[in-house]
Every structure is written in structure tokens, then in C-alpha cells.
């Protein structure tokens, strides 16, 4: 019996009851195993319209990559279905990539999903940049295009910086975890260095290009996340990289606090059948949406903003709702 049915029961509050409760490790067959990209695919199939995985960003500092994940603990007494990291930026967070993947390794075998994102400095700079005037950059068309073709040294740049994360998201694969990996989020945006490039040597391009050298480099255990924000241009379609370089369709909402039906409809015509996902939120779902909009397969609250923008009784109707699955309600196949 769901968690959240037993408290409707017994008549009690959900503060009251998270406040008492007691949350017990995962068991043996409720922790994850090593396991594939493929599993975690037929999963995240397998439970559309039916369940979702709710999930929690874990920003800088990369010395402290489940301080949110444990907010989110501290409030409900749940950990999440889906743990949410980053490959960072800056030379400080950069020097603790490790603890990073130590803490993927650790959720995973919590029982946990993992997905992890990639604010990657521009290759007309350092390895390692501050957010602003760095990942938060404009570069020149004829920069960009330069990094996509192979033989310039922007590309020969880009490869080595791309080189740099490999050993990180290897140690994941030798680990058995796979990633849902999402790399150039918000493609459909200005705001980042790679961003509103539409068209196939656009920021479609830059995407395919690190698929096909990831995989050249064995990284067999990545599930390719391809994000897009719910501006209000829509035309999402036009930076999509094509369905055998994408895994996961996934949207973040900031425009709005929740999809409309309009970018829940172009989401699932984009996907084709594909799972899809909102990849970043301030607000936790309501029940409205998640009992509106069936086939996300999992959502994931931005960082600070779990607190910022919800209240304790808010995230707990979250975590409680009777769809939402979170860590050791997750059942690989």
C-alpha cells in the first residue's frame, strides 16, 4: 500500500507523520544492482501514464553533492526516486568531479536513478570558467561552426575538453550505473554559449558530435537526455538531434510553474513514443498535473528552489502522491 493512502487512514497530517517517521534503508531487493542503459529505458516505458519518478538537483558545490537531496529527506522522510548531479565549471568544483561520482555510485545503490547534467565551459576559453561571461557566454557563428568541424582547433579544443569528463562517466559505467545524461540543456535558449542554434548545424549538431565520441569512447552506459525550456517561441522540434541520438524527451519549466497541455502535447510529438520528462522545476508538481498529465516519466526540482518556491506541506503532497515513485519504490526490470 502506497505511504500516502495508510496516512489518509489514520486521519494525521503529513507534517506530523514525516516529523515521526522512521525511514528505513532499502533492502536488498530494493537496492539497484549493476545494471544497463537499457534497463533503466524499459523502466522509464514501463511506468509511463502509470507512475513518476520524482527527482532532486544537486548544484554546486561539488564538495557537496546530496545537500538537497537531503533537504528534501529532512522534509519528507523520502529520498528521491531520481538523484540529479553535475559535471560543473569552475576549477574548484571541477577538482571534485570525484565526490561527485562517489555520490552517483552511492545513490544508485540506494535505489536511486541517476541524471546528470554538464554546464561545460566554452572551448573559446579555459577548461574552467565562472557561470557569468563563461557558461552564461554568446560565441559568434562562425565560432560555433568552427567547433563542430572536425580539423579546427576549436574542435580539436572541444574534443580534449569532452576528453576531460570520459574517466568520471567510465568509473559510472565500469560502477554498472547508467546515466541519464544531459548535456547542452536548454538548447532553445540564449543564455548559454551553445544555445539558439536551430537547425541541423545548430545546437542539434554539437549534441550528435558528443553522442558519437562518447560512444567512440565506450560510454555504453549513458541514456541521452535532450532538453529544451518552455519558452514561449515553442518550435522545439527544430533543435532536435533525431530519435537515434536521443533517449529521453525532456522540458524545463520556467516560464510557467507547471506544462501547459500545449508543451505537454509538443513534447510527446517530439518524442514519438520516446520517454519523456520534466528535467528541471522550481514548484513540485501539484496533484492537478500529475494526475493531467500521465506520461512523465519523471520530473526533477531545481536545487535551492525546493525550498524557495514550495512550502513543507506542498513537497510532501508531492512525495506522497499515490503516482509518485521515490527511492525504494523503484523496481528495475
Not at 569552475?90 to 541524471?115: F, H, I, M
Request: glycine share 8%; hydrophobic share 40%.
Amino acid at each position: 500500500m502506497k505511504r500516502s493512502r495508510l496516512f489518509g487512514v489514520f486521519g494525521m497530517t503529513l507534517a506530523a507523520l514525516c516529523a515521526t517517521a522512521v525511514v528505513q534503508p532499502p533492502t536488498a531487493a530494493e537496492a539497484f544492482q549493476p545494471s544497463t542503459r537499457t534497463a533503466v529505458i524499459q523502466y522509464l516505458n514501463s511506468i509511463t501514464g502509470t507512475n513518476i519518478v520524482s527527482g532532486q538537483h544537486n548544484k554546486e558545490p561539488a564538495s557537496q553533492p546530496a545537500q538537497y537531496t537531503q533537504q528534501v529527506k529532512d522534509i519528507t522522510g523520502q529520498y528521491p526516486g531520481l538523484w540529479g548531479g553535475d559535471l560543473f565549471f569552475t576549477a574548484a568544483d571541477a577538482a571534485n568531479r570525484q565526490r561527485v561520482v562517489d555520490q552517483a555510485k552511492t545513490e544508485w545503490k540506494n535505489g536511486s536513478l541517476v541524471t546528470i547534467a554538464w554546464h561545460a565551459c566554452p572551448p573559446t576559453g579555459p577548461s574552467t570558467c565562472s557561470f557569468d561571461g563563461g557558461v552564461k557566454s554568446n560565441i559568434s557563428d562562425a565560432q560555433f561552426q568552427q567547433i563542430v568541424t572536425g580539423g579546427t582547433a576549436l574542435n580539436a579544443t572541444w574534443r580534449q575538453r569532452m576528453a576531460e569528463v570520459v574517466p568520471y562517466l567510465r568509473q559510472l559505467r565500469d560502477a554498472g550505473v547508467p546515466v541519464l545524461f544531459r548535456p547542452f540543456h536548454e538548447m532553445n535558449e540564449t543564455w548559454n554559449w551553445w544555445g539558439g542554434r536551430p537547425g541541423v548545424n545548430g545546437g542539434a549538431k554539437i549534441f550528435q558530435q558528443m553522442k558519437d565520441y562518447f560512444d567512440a569512447q565506450g560510454l555504453n552506459n549513458l541514456i541521452w537526455v535532450w532538453n529544451v525550456q518552455d519558452n514561449p517561441n515553442a518550435n522545439w522540434a527544430s533543435y532536435y538531434p533525431g530519435s537515434s541520438y536521443v533517449d529521453v524527451v525532456s522540458l524545463d519549466v520556467w516560464y510557467k510553474d507547471y506544462p501547459s497541455s500545449n508543451d505537454y502535447s509538443q513534447m510527446q510529438s517530439i518524442a514519438g513514443g520516446k520517454p519523456i520528462a520534466i528535467a528541471e522545476m522550481g514548484k513540485v508538481p501539484s496533484s492537478n498535473l500529475l494526475t493531467s498529465q500521465t506520461r512523465w516519466s519523471y520530473f526533477m526540482v531545481w536545487s535551492e528552489q525546493l525550498r524557495q518556491r514550495n512550502s513543507n506541506a506542498e513537497i510532501q503532497a508531492a512525495y506522497f502522491h499515490p503516482r509518485v515513485l521515490n527511492q525504494g519504490e523503484v523496481a528495475l526490470p
